[in-house]
């Protein structure tokens, strides 16, 4: 029996590829409704999904941003009947918070925050009425670990972390499943698109100091990090397949190994200090992506050894 996927965000990266490998499984066993907010830009998408186009994908408009386009996009699928959700849609937002307006900062949680949630209110009371359903969180590692000088995207971020590990609990009263995806850096359009926000910020209201450690110490670092540790969107899609695919799909899901140890790190150190202590090394310590692995593993290896309490007196 065919299974109803509904996708948000499909014209480019992650959503396009999760979009055409569920469309081409041989066994068919998706109906892939792959959504996108201007269907103008349908053409990559229609390329890459090739004859599955019209058979087992089709596409709808929709603005995560928007009740409106929400609610019609919703009601237009064959009663409302949605198997699995995937709220991938997101933006990015780098910089010095000090040149970053508000209205800008907020448009990040409309799309990543809000969005995502508005999705899952339009979309969860038929799967709790039906007693099935999935829905998959296209978070990040930046959901988890804080990541200087994208203090507002790891924000919102934390915030739909934050937002589904309190859904989980009831969902799981309706078995309803809830999946967050959270992989470390992945070549997509969203990486250029930063990088061009870059190129043209002028830095209102910060200092020269903050202005250089953004351009000439955090940019090139994300640079060779995206380098030698990004993922392709085609294995963001595969982790999250398998996440679909599987019979008791976990809660959270890493995508890249090499991220592990800086989540582990955050939990080897109830205080923080040991995460803080470590990022700030990485950027201000060291230049080589060898050193930045060696001091993640030295710390992690330390604090392991000894667990440190708060002391009373
Ligand atoms: P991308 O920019 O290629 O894709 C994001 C998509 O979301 C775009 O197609 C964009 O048009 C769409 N979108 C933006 N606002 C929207 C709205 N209001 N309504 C509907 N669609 C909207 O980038 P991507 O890397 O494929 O990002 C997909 C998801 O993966 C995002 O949630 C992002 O936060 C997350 N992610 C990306 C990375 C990375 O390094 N690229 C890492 C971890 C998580």
Redesign the pocket.
């Known amino acids: 029996e065919q299974k109803v996927v509904l996708i948000?965000?499909?014209?480019?990266?992650?959503?396009l590829r999760i979009a055409v490998l569920l469309a081409r499984d041989e066994l068919k066993h998706y109906h892939v409704i792959a959504?996108?907010?201007d269907l103008r830009?349908k053409d990559r998408l229609v390329e890459a999904a090739g004859d599955t186009y019209g058979k087992t994908l089709t596409l709808l408009s929709?603005?995560?941003?928007s009740d409106d386009s929400v609610r019609q996009c919703i009601d237009s699928v064959k009663d409302r009947h949605i198997d699995i959700l995937i709220n991938?849609?997101?933006?990015?937002l780098l910089g010095p918070v000090e040149s970053i307006s508000m209205d800008d900062m907020k448009k990040v949680f409309e799309?990543?925050f809000f969005?995502t949630v508005r999705m899952i209110k339009e979309v969860m009371p038929d799967m709790k009425k039906r007693r099935a359903g999935h829905i998959i969180v296209?978070?990040?590692?930046?959901g988890l670990q804080g990541v200087v000088f994208n203090d507002v995207y790891t924000a919102s971020?934390f915030a739909i972390e934050g937002f589904c590990e309190s859904m989980a609990v009831q969902l799981l009263k309706f078995n309803v499943k809830l999946s967050l995806i959270e992989?470390?850096?992945?070549h997509?359009?969203?990486?250029t698109?930063m990088m061009e926000e870059v190129a043209k910020m002028e830095y209102p209201g910060a200092d020269a100091d903050t202005v250089r450690y953004f351009k000439d110490v955090y940019i090139p670092s994300s640079i060779d990090i995206f380098e030698a540790l990004g993922q392709t969107?085609e294995d963001i899609a595969k982790c999250t397949k398998k996440v679909i695919e599987s019979s008791r799909p976990r809660f959270r899901n890493l995508t890249n190994s090499l991220y592990t140890p800086i989540v582990a790190m955050k939990y080897a150190d109830e205080t923080g200090g040991l995460s803080v202590h470590t990022f700030y090394n990485l950027l201000f310590n060291f230049g080589s992506l060898m050193h930045i692995t060696m001091s993640i593993l030295k710390c992690l290896t330390c604090s392991c050894l000894r667990r440190r309490t708060i002391s009373p007196d």
């Not at 948000?8 to 959503?15: A, L, P, Y």
């Not at 929709?62 to 941003?65: A, E, I, P």
């Not at 296209?138 to 930046?142: A, G, L, R, W």
């Open positions: 948000t965000g499909c014209s480019s990266g992650i959503g959504t996108m907010r830009k929709l603005d995560v941003c991938n849609a997101g933006v990015g799309t990543n969005g296209m978070s990040s590692v930046m971020k992989p470390g850096p992945v997509t359009e969203f990486e698109k969107p």
